[in-house]
């Protein structure tokens, strides 16, 4: 069973920066893709950007492409999310999430462990 842990989130200002962590305190978190996601009030839960176990691979959604920043270091056991230029429309619940066969994608439903998410407000 793996255990994953978020922090970092916070109050941040429009066009401000952040970095999310996302730790595995229990399990082997090389064995596994690593995805996260968010969820606004009233609105369904949106993949924003997934790495391969290797770190290889990545990939983003379209709404934060070229804004946000995934990474890992396995070493570390720790993936991070990196957010630049965040907007009102960033403000969610951010949770990561691991898939042991790193087929999942952004797909949300296809990963088997998650941690209990960390809340991200973008507000003047």
């Known amino acids: 069973q793996l255990q994953l842990v978020e922090s970092g989130g916070g109050l941040v200002q429009p066009g401000g920066s952040m970095r999310l962590s996302c730790t595995v305190s229990?399990?082997?978190?090389?064995?596994?893709?690593i995805g996260w996601f968010r969820q606004a009030p009233g609105k369904e839960r949106e993949g924003v950007a997934w790495?391969?176990?290797?770190?290889?691979?990545?990939e983003y959604a379209d709404s934060v492409n070229g804004r946000f920043t995934i990474a890992r270091d396995n070493a570390k056991s720790t993936t991070w999310l990196h957010l630049n230029n965040l907007q009102s429309g960033d403000t969610a619940v951010y949770s990561c999430a691991a898939d042991f066969w790193g087929h999942a994608g952004l797909k949300a439903d296809d990963y088997d462990f998650w941690g209990q998410g960390t809340q991200v407000t973008v507000s003047s």
């Open positions: 790495i391969s176990s290797s770190g290889g691979t990545t």
């Open positions: 229990r399990g082997t978190m090389s064995n596994y893709a």
